[in-house]
């Protein structure tokens, strides 16, 4: 994949990114922890963290703006893995700090609850959308522009699908 079509793969993520949040209702259950970590395959055999240390701490404010904390004792705790940073397959990047695939696995538990674990991956994969229509002026966003649209559609991803795994968090 050249730079260019990268780019302009980036300027479909950052679009599709920029799509209003989805929350869940005052009436959906509640969550009361939101963490994210990079995996074990993430620390080994990959550099993304190298070049992205806070891409943590990014992807936790991301999915915490779109998914409303509380202070319900018997909400529930969302664990993000990040498992896979990478370009077209990938794991090491190169030194221009281009990727276009995120993968991670969500764990829902709600200590205080019955209710079994449960969980879902979610794969994320930007794609080149080709050349830009006659009469277009195509934008190539840089890195930064990039590595926001990716953070920003995987925590929509994560909010999206959430609440079919969080069934009423107040079962006995």
Same mark, same amino acid.
């Given at each position: 994949m050249s730079i260019q079509t990268l780019l302009r793969s980036s300027a479909v993520a950052a679009a599709l990114a920029m799509t209003t949040p989805l929350m869940l209702s005052a009436a959906d259950?509640? !969550?009361? $922890?939101?963490?994210?970590?990079?995996g074990p395959a993430t620390a080994e055999g990959m550099n993304a963290m190298t070049y992205y240390p806070e891409m943590e701490a990014d992807l936790q404010q991301a999915i915490a703006e779109r998914v409303p904390l509380s202070d319900e004792p018997n909400g529930y705790v969302v664990q993000v893995s990040l498992d896979k !940073?990478?370009?077209?397959?990938?794991?090491?990047? /190169?030194? #221009?700090? &281009?990727?276009n695939t995120m993968q991670g696995?969500?764990?829902?538990? #709600?200590?205080?609850?019955d209710t079994a674990p449960r969980s879902y991956p979610v794969n994320?994969?930007? $794609? #080149?959308?080709? /050349?830009?229509? &006659?009469?277009? !002026?195509?934008?190539?966003?840089?890195?930064? &522009?990039?590595? !926001?649209?990716?953070?920003?559609?995987f925590a929509d991803v994560v909010a999206e699908r959430l609440p079919e795994y969080m069934p009423d968090a107040s079962a006995p």
């Amino acid at each position: 994949m050249s730079i260019q079509t990268l780019l302009r793969s980036s300027a479909v993520a950052a679009a599709l990114a920029m799509t209003t949040p989805l929350m869940l209702s005052a009436a959906d259950a509640t !969550v009361k $922890e939101i963490t994210v970590t990079a995996g074990p395959a993430t620390a080994e055999g990959m550099n993304a963290m190298t070049y992205y240390p806070e891409m943590e701490a990014d992807l936790q404010q991301a999915i915490a703006e779109r998914v409303p904390l509380s202070d319900e004792p018997n909400g529930y705790v969302v664990q993000v893995s990040l498992d896979k !940073v990478a370009l077209n397959g990938e794991t090491m990047l /190169p030194e #221009s700090r &281009e990727f276009n695939t995120m993968q991670g696995t969500i764990l829902i538990t #709600s200590p205080l609850t019955d209710t079994a674990p449960r969980s879902y991956p979610v794969n994320l994969q930007a $794609e #080149s959308a080709g /050349p830009a229509p &006659e009469g277009f !002026v195509t934008i190539n966003p840089g890195p930064d &522009e990039f590595y !926001v649209a990716m953070i920003v559609a995987f925590a929509d991803v994560v909010a999206e699908r959430l609440p079919e795994y969080m069934p009423d968090a107040s079962a006995p």
